[in-house]
T-cell receptor, first 113, second 113 residues
């Protein structure tokens, strides 16, 4: 597997609190992605990054923000967590320079109570 | 943007049977079509892919076919085994550039021993 590490792996938080998930890669890839996975919805893109300080929104970006200050780190922040953000979050990087296919991190299971 | 439909959502087969999962896409500019396998509690992992200049690709018991005219592609698994049980996702995207991948909603394959 590609060198992608997500932290934390599990988190329970209260409604209204901010939460930050971290994705760290050792592959030096430009492109990094944050997805959420929910039953019946597959993988939905939240935000992605195409370089340091270069980010853009995906299809379900409301309530989320991201930052990328270093090539290896891509942070996802839930500004004020809601129960609808209970999900499994996956970070991914492009597998090749031509952006063909993705390698995924182990996932973070987030529960908002 | 791109839209990917995947069918069926659930597929149950007996060990040794073949399984076929189909996806359709909407954007004729898409030229790269990966398939991912996700075992329970694990991350999605790319198992096979196909580019638009190829009609079929095989790797042991799995194969993918692409019909560009009809804009659909399929995953074929022969001689299914219990360890093939997983959720399978298709995706479509334009390799390179800023085009981001779009995933199907997934197919849960159950192989009964």
């Amino acid at each position: 597997d590609a060198g992608i590490t997500q932290s934390p792996r599990h988190k329970v938080t209260e409604t209204g609190t901010p939460v930050t998930l971290r994705c760290h890669q050792t592959e030096n890839h430009r492109y990094m992605y944050w997805y959420r996975q929910d039953p019946g919805h597959g993988l939905r893109l939240i935000h992605y990054s195409y370089g340091v300080k270069d980010t853009d929104k995906g299809e379900v970006s409301d309530g989320y923000s991201v930052s990328r200050s270093k090539t290896e780190d891509f942070l996802l922040t839930l500004e004020s967590a809601t129960s609808s953000q209970t999900s499994v979050y996956f970070c991914a990087i492009s597998r090749t320079a031509e952006r063909e296919g993705e390698s995924f991190g182990q996932g973070t299971r987030l529960t908002v109570v | 943007g791109e839209n990917v439909e995947q069918h069926p959502s659930t597929l149950s087969v007996q060990e040794g049977d073949s399984a076929v999962i189909k996806c359709t896409y909407s954007d004729s500019a898409s030229n790269y079509f990966p398939w991912y396998k996700q075992e329970l509690g694990k991350r999605p992992q790319l198992i096979i892919d196909i580019r638009s200049n190829v009609g079929e690709k095989k790797d042991q018991r799995i194969a993918v076919t692409l019909n560009k005219t009809a804009k659909h592609f399929s995953l074929h698994i022969t001689e299914t085994q219990p360890e093939d049980s997983a959720v399978y996702f298709c995706a479509a995207h334009l390799s390179g550039g800023s085009y981001i991948p779009t995933f199907g909603r997934g197919t849960s394959l159950i192989v009964h021993p």
